[in-house]
């Protein structure tokens, strides 16, 4: 899988969206709003790359992306769980 994969609002914000591989080697959705928040899930069920893709490029493009990362990820029932 040839990661990493980014995406910026188009709202003019500053939200981010990536896909990356973790340490452990599991693929990662990483959420940041350019100001002080910075979030980390680890995917818990297979979903291919093209997927995975088009739900973060789907929410980041919206104005609330976390609510629409969530909404996204659960109409294409992808798990995910937090990362420390």
């Known amino acids: 899988m040839p990661l990493p994969i980014t995406y910026q609002s188009s709202f003019g914000g500053f939200d981010y969206l990536g896909l990356r591989k973790g340490k452990t080697g599991a693929v990662e959705i990483v959420y ?9 899930w680890r995917v818990s069920t297979q979903a291919k790359e093209s997927v995975l893709g088009d739900a ?13 990362l ?3 990820l659960k109409r294409r029932s992808i ?3 937090a990362v420390a």
Not at 32 to 40: A, F, W
Not at 57 to 68: E, H, K, M, S
């Open 32 to 40: 940041d709003d350019g100001v002080k928040r910075r979030l980390v």
């Open 56 to 68: 973060l490029r789907n929410a980041v493009n919206q104005p609330r992306v976390l609510q629409a």
């Open 70 to 72: 969530y909404a996204e």
């Open 79 to 81: 798990g995910i769980e």
